[in-house]
């Protein structure tokens, strides 16, 4: 049996009627896994106070509906198909603060499904309407409901209620490391092994945690050595809590608690960034290089200079740039914001970029 989804079927661990549950499987007879994956990376030249730097980020906004989140949904459904948890006609439902639901409606809808969300409801407008419009049920939850808690309660209370619901349960489904396991992490390592490099270290915003668990375990297979840093914002930093704290305006990353999948132990130090350093850089990047991101690209961009800082050789030093800005023009993103006294924008200066293919 062969699919041509990365084989996903043969590294799951394997049902014994995958075979049977895999020729079922539409991710593969749609040939899906052409508009999933094999991304750029970019080499990004800057400055930073004057002296010259470079680091290296995975342009995601080139998945099918343009942002990272697409990978995990498209191995979720998957390896849902093989183990036979998902079949046809089952409605996807999911709780999500915006991406993960664009990913699930899109590619639920072009794998025949019906799709639910449940979302916190002050994610942006942009969000919401892209998901109503590949057909999906968006359920908003108020902060007095829970809000992403509240989300993921409702999701499962849902699913306890209704017969032919599949749960992909993102923050608690180990496929979603493995999406990047198996394929975000492998392109990293060929992209780089084209300049004769390797990955020294990599850096990426918790969300569902997912990325960053994914690429630290491929990449440390190439170098042992792999420094695997996440990133939160320093507004709000769960990860170093253990709770919510604060706000901030990194649409994307640091829902409120540590995800299941997340093992710190695994990881070293966390980076963080202020939101206002992170909108600043994303604007940057779109204004000074053409790189159209969103905020979240702007928050690695800032945690991947801060490790290239720590590194006295030229480092190889990699990050994720995971959406575009085109669903935050209705955010502080599309605003003037005033730089801080410690802010690390202001000291950068972005020289020029190159796709490695
Ligand atoms: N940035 C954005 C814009 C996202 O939507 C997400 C996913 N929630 C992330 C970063 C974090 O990715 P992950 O869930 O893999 O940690």
Not at 111 to 125: D, E, F, K, T
Not at 285 to 312: K, M, T, Y
Not at 314 to 334: C, E, G, M, Q
Request: some cysteine; glycine content about 10%; overall charge negative.
């Amino acid at each position: 049996m062969s699919c041509d989804f990365k084989s996903c079927c043969t590294q799951a661990g394997v049902a014994a009627d995958a075979e049977e549950n895999c020729r079922r499987c539409p991710v593969n007879s749609t040939g899906l896994q052409h508009m999933i994956g094999n991304t750029p990376l970019l080499e990004i030249e800057y400055q930073l106070d004057g002296r010259p730097r470079r680091l290296f980020a995975k342009y995601e906004q080139r998945n099918m509906t343009g942002s990272v989140k697409d990978r995990m949904a498209a191995w979720i459904i998957a390896k849902a198909y093989q183990l036979g948890e998902l079949t046809p006609g089952d409605t996807i439902v999911e709780a999500t603060s915006g991406n993960t639901g664009i990913s699930f409606a899109a590619i639920g809808r072009a794998l025949g499904h019906n799709v639910r969300i449940y979302m916190p409801n002050w994610m942006s407008a942009e969000r919401v309407g892209l998901i109503r419009s590949f057909g999906a049920e968006v359920v908003p939850v108020s902060r007095e409901d829970g809000g992403f808690v509240g989300s993921i309660e409702r999701a499962e209370e849902y699913a306890r209620d209704h017969d032919h619901v599949f749960l992909p349960r993102q923050f608690a489904n180990t496929a979603n490391i493995e999406a990047h396991e198996h394929t975000t992490g492998p392109e990293i390592e060929r992209q780089l092994a084209t300049r004769g490099l390797v990955a020294d270290a990599v850096l990426a915003g918790v969300g569902t945690g997912g990325t960053i668990m994914g690429l630290q375990r491929h990449l440390k297979r190439v170098n042992p050595k792999l420094g695997a840093h996440p990133l939160e914002p320093a507004n709000s930093p769960t990860l170093r809590t253990g709770h919510k704290v604060g706000k901030h305006r990194i649409q994307g990353i640091s829902d409120e608690f540590i995800p299941p999948i997340v093992r710190l132990g695994e990881l070293d130090e966390v980076i963080d960034t202020w939101d206002g350093d992170a909108i600043l850089m994303a604007q940057g990047l779109c204004r000074d290089l053409g790189l159209g991101v969103g905020i979240s690209s702007g928050a690695n961009f800032l945690g991947a200079a801060q490790l290239v800082e720590r590194h006295p050789e030229r480092a190889t030093i990699v990050t994720i740039f995971p959406d575009s800005n085109k669903k935050y023009l209705s955010t502080d993103l599309a605003r003037e914001e005033s730089p801080a006294d410690d802010y690390l924008t202001p000291r950068i200066k972005l020289v020029s970029f190159r796709a490695i293919a």
